[in-house]
């Protein structure tokens, strides 16, 4: 089992940024993928970005590409998300996931089993 707790949601106007974080505890931190997705207002679940563990990679949605970016510490068992450059329409609640590494990573939120309890971003136009 792995506990994820993330912190760093707010409220920011248009064109600034924002950090999340998530921290993790109960297993050997690299062994797994640490993803984020998010929920905009009535809608669904969306991939955001993910880090594997053992790799170093890294995949982003079209959507945030150039904008976000995923860091992960693995000494403090640690990942974030810089998010540079906001819009309306990133606004939502910001899950941290995890999920074992597999060789590509996976962005399906199904197949992650470990969530945290999100943090909400609000972006003003």
């Known amino acids: 089992q792995m506990q994820l707790v993330e912190s760093g949601g707010g409220l920011v106007q248009a064109g600034g940024s924002l950090r999340v974080s998530c921290a993790a505890s109960?297993?050997?931190?690299?062994?797994?993928?640490l993803a984020w997705f998010r929920r905009p207002p009535g809608k669904e679940r969306e991939f955001v970005a993910a880090m594997a563990g053992h790799t170093g990679a890294t995949n982003y949605a079209d959507s945030v590409k150039g904008r976000f970016t995923i860091s992960r510490d693995n000494l403090d068992n640690l990942v974030q998300l810089q998010m540079n450059n906001l819009k309306p329409e990133d606004t939502a609640v910001y899950y941290c996931?995890?999920?074992?590494?597999?060789?590509?990573?996976?962005?399906?939120?199904?197949?992650?089993?470990?969530w945290g309890q999100g943090t909400q971003v609000t972006v003003s136009s």
């Open positions: 109960g297993r050997p931190f690299t062994v797994y993928t």
């Open positions: 996931a995890s999920r074992m590494n597999t060789e590509t990573i996976v962005t399906a939120d199904r197949l992650y089993p470990f």
